[in-house]
């Protein structure tokens, strides 16, 4: 049942990573756009442009965390 543990906690902090880059990433691209005042347009693109951003250091985080947690070696 350890494998099913170490597996449980690498997609347990994944979804919290995720969570947290994800809400950094649509808060800045709001805070960014409102500070050049770029409009909805602007502000739209930055929170997609952050979000993309987010969810490939979300994947990163992923595919380090299993590499090391169910390598057995964590």
Not at 18 to 24: F, K, N
Not at 47 to 62: D, G, N, R, W
Request: net charge neutral; aromatic share 10%.
């Amino acid at each position: 049942m350890a494998g099913g543990s170490r597996l449980l906690t690498v997609v347990s902090a994944t979804i919290l990573i995720a969570t947290e880059t994800l809400a950094t990433a649509v808060a800045a691209g709001w805070a960014v756009a409102g500070l050049f005042n770029l409009g909805d347009i602007g502000q739209y693109g930055f929170m997609a442009l952050f979000s993309a951003f987010a969810i490939y250091l979300t994947v990163i985080y992923l595919r380090r965390a299993a590499s090391i947690e169910l390598s057995g070696n964590g």
